[in-house]
C-alpha cells in the first residue's frame, strides 16, 4: 500500500477524532453553562478533550491545535461577554494564557508519556524476538552438539564392532580348521580345549549381538524411551539366569532387600545393563568366585550394584578405560552401551574400586 495513502487515512482519522472530542467539550459546557452561570467549568472540559485528544492521536500537533482551539471557543462562547473576544477584563488575559500554557504542557506530556509507551513496548517486543532468537539459536547449537555426539558414537561403535566381531570370528574358523584337517590325529584334550574356545568365542559372539540390538532400541536424546513400572529384583533374577546358563562355573551371589522396590524402565534394556556388567566382571576381573548382585534405594533412585573382589580398576588396564569404545583394550562395547542405556532412563553411571579389593560397577534409575 502507498505510503501517502495510509499517511492521509490516519490525518483524516485525527482530524475526526479532534473534531468529535471538541464538539463534545462543547455540548458539554454548553449544558453546564445553562445550570451554573458563570461559574461552568468549561476551561476544565476543554482540557480534558485535548488531554484525551494528545492520548489518542499522533504526535504533538493535534494536542497543540486543540489547545489553541479550546482557549478560543472558551474565551468566545463560556466567558463574559458571551460571543465575544476579549481580553480587556481584569484577569482574562492571565486566565487565557494559563489556560492555553496548561493545555499544551498537558498535551505534550500525554503525547511524551504516549511515545514512551511506544518505545517501551518496542523494546518489549525487540528483546523477546531477541529472546527468542538466542532460544533458537541454542536449540540449533544443541541440535549440532547431538548430531556430531551421535556422529562419533556411530564411529566409534563401527571401529568396535568391526574388532569384537573380527577377533572371535578368526578364532573360531582356525580352530574349526584345525578339527576338520587334523581333529582324527589330535589328543582328545586338545579338541575339547579347541571346542571349548569356540563354544567360548560363540558366547561372546552372542553378547555383542545382544549389545547391538539393545543400541537399535533408542537413539540418545532422540527417541522416548517404553518404559513401564518393573520390579527391580525380576529384573535382576532373569539377568543372573541368563548370565549363569552362559557361565555355568561362576559363583553369583545376589543380595536382594526384603521390600519390593518398583522402578519405571525398559526391562529388556535394564537386563542387558546387568548382564554386560556381570560379563564384564566374569572377563576381566580375575575373581569369579565372589561377584555380586545388589539393590537397594537411596536418594530416590533405584539403585543396582555390581562388585567382586578381583584387581580394581586401578590395577586394571582395561577397566581403567572403562567407557571408551576403543576395542582395541578388548573391552568391546559392553560399558558404553550400559552408560548410553542408563542415561537414556535419567539415571547415573559410575565406577569406583572397592575398599576391600576389586571392582564396583553402580547405576540408579529414579524411582
Not at 552438539?145 to 563401527?158: G, H, I, P, Q, T
Request: charged share 20%; aromatic share 8%.
Amino acid at each position: 500500500m502507498d505510503l501517502k495513502k495510509i499517511t492521509g487515512q490516519f490525518y483524516i482519522m485525527d482530524l475526526l477524532k479532534s473534531a468529535l472530542l471538541l464538539s463534545l467539550a462543547f455540548i458539554v459546557s454548553s449544558v453546564l453553562l445553562q445550570y451554573t452561570g458563570v461559574e461552568n467549568n468549561s476551561a476544565s472540559v476543554f482540557i480534558l478533550a485535548v488531554l484525551i485528544i494528545s492520548r489518542i492521536t499522533d504526535g504533538y500537533l493535534w494536542g497543540i491545535i486543540s489547545s489553541i482551539i479550546s482557549t478560543c471557543c472558551v474565551n468566545y462562547f463560556f466567558m463574559y461577554p458571551y460571543y465575544k473576544f476579549n481580553l480587556t477584563i481584569s484577569g482574562y488575559p492571565v486566565a487565557l494564557i494559563s489556560m492555553i500554557t496548561v493545555a499544551i504542557i498537558t498535551c505534550t506530556m500525554t503525547s511524551q508519556i504516549k511515545r514512551q509507551a511506544i518505545e517501551a513496548s518496542r523494546r518489549e517486543r525487540a528483546a523477546r524476538e531477541l529472546y527468542q532468537k538466542n532460544i533458537q539459536l541454542a536449540d540449533e547449537r544443541t541440535a549440532i552438539a547431538l548430531e556430531a555426539e551421535k556422529e562419533k558414537m556411530r564411529s566409534n561403535l563401527l571401529r568396535a564392532i568391526s574388532h569384537d566381531l573380527r577377533t572371535p570370528l578368526t578364532t573360531i574358523i582356525g580352530s574349526t580348521s584345525l578339527i576338520l584337517e587334523d581333529g582324527k590325529h589330535m589328543p582328545p584334550e586338545e579338541v575339547d580345549k579347541l571346542l571349548s574356545n569356540i563354544k567360548e568365542d560363540a558366547e561372546w559372539l552372542i553378547g555383542m549381538v545382544e549389545n547391538l540390538l539393545s543400541i537399535t532400541h533408542f537413539q540418545p536424546g532422540e527417541t522416548k524411551l517404553k518404559t513401564q513400572p518393573e520390579m527391580v529384583e525380576e529384573v535382576i533374577a532373569d539377568a543372573v539366569i541368563k548370565t549363569r546358563k552362559r557361565f555355568p562355573g561362576v559363583n553369583i551371589q545376589v543380595d536382594l532387600p526384603q521390600e519390593l522396590i518398583i522402578a519405571p524402565m525398559d526391562s529388556l534394556l535394564i537386563k542387558q545393563v546387568i548382564i554386560n556388567l556381570l560379563e564384564n566382571a566374569i572377563r576381566h576381573s580375575g575373581d569369579t568366585e565372589h561377584i555380586a548382585v545388589t539393590t537397594y534405594v537411596k536418594d530416590n533412585y533405584a539403585v543396582v550394584q555390581v562388585s567382586d573382589r578381583g584387581r580394581g580398576l586401578s590395577a586394571n588396564p582395561d577397566w581403567n578405560d572403562k567407557l571408551s569404545t576403543d576395542s582395541s583394550k578388548g573391552f568391546g562395547i559392553g560399558l558404553p552401551v550400559c552408560e548410553s542405556i542408563v542415561k537414556a532412563h535419567k539415571g547415573y553411571f559410575e565406577s569406583l574400586d572397592r575398599p576391600e579389593g576389586g571392582a564396583i560397577f553402580r547405576f540408579g534409575l529414579p524411582l
